[in-house]
């Protein structure tokens, strides 16, 4: 028998589905920013340079790089804000009372490009259901029967 999320972290839980979101989103991008910069870097042997000598943005060979290292910021703040995506996938997960496996699959979409997308689209519908499931099932428990 599944866990159901308590009644009691309905709010929690909408808020942690918030965070989701954003995160999942964000994290979706820069991978996909990270998968141009992969392209660039070992497909072409170039980063991506911000502000260098060959104007506001560049492919330019890594030794050569006199501004910003666009790609080396783009692996940097991927690795953060999938810290943040696991967090806030641990924090969902645990309101909602899942299984292990249901975290792991939510985790992967930070590491696999364009599944965040989908799999937030799942999982954010999935949620409200259960939600709106709970929240309905307890109307109907408090209301006194008419004798």
Do not use: C
């Not at 910069?37 to 072409?44: D, E, I, L």
């Not at 060959?54 to 910021?73: C, D, H, R, W």
Request: aromatic fraction near 12%.
């Amino acid at each position: 028998m599944a866990l159901k999320p308590k009644l009691s972290n309905v709010p929690k839980i909408w808020s942690a589905l918030r965070l989701y979101r954003v995160t999942s989103i964000v994290t979706g991008a820069f991978l996909l920013l990270l998968v141009l910069m992969m392209v660039t870097r070992y497909g072409f042997g170039v980063d991506i340079e911000m502000n260098g000598p060959y104007g506001f943005l560049a492919l330019t060979p890594k030794e050569m790089i006199e501004g910003v290292n666009l790609s080396t910021v783009i692996l940097i703040l991927h690795g953060w804000f999938y810290v943040v995506y696991l967090y806030s996938d641990f924090r969902l997960w645990s309101l909602m009372r899942w299984t292990f496996p249901r975290f792991i699959i939510i985790a992967l979409g930070g590491v696999v490009p364009f599944l965040s997308f989908i799999v937030e689209r799942r999982v954010h519908a999935q949620t409200v259901a259960e939600l709106t499931t709970l929240q309905s099932a307890q109307k109907v428990e408090t209301i006194p029967s008419a004798n």
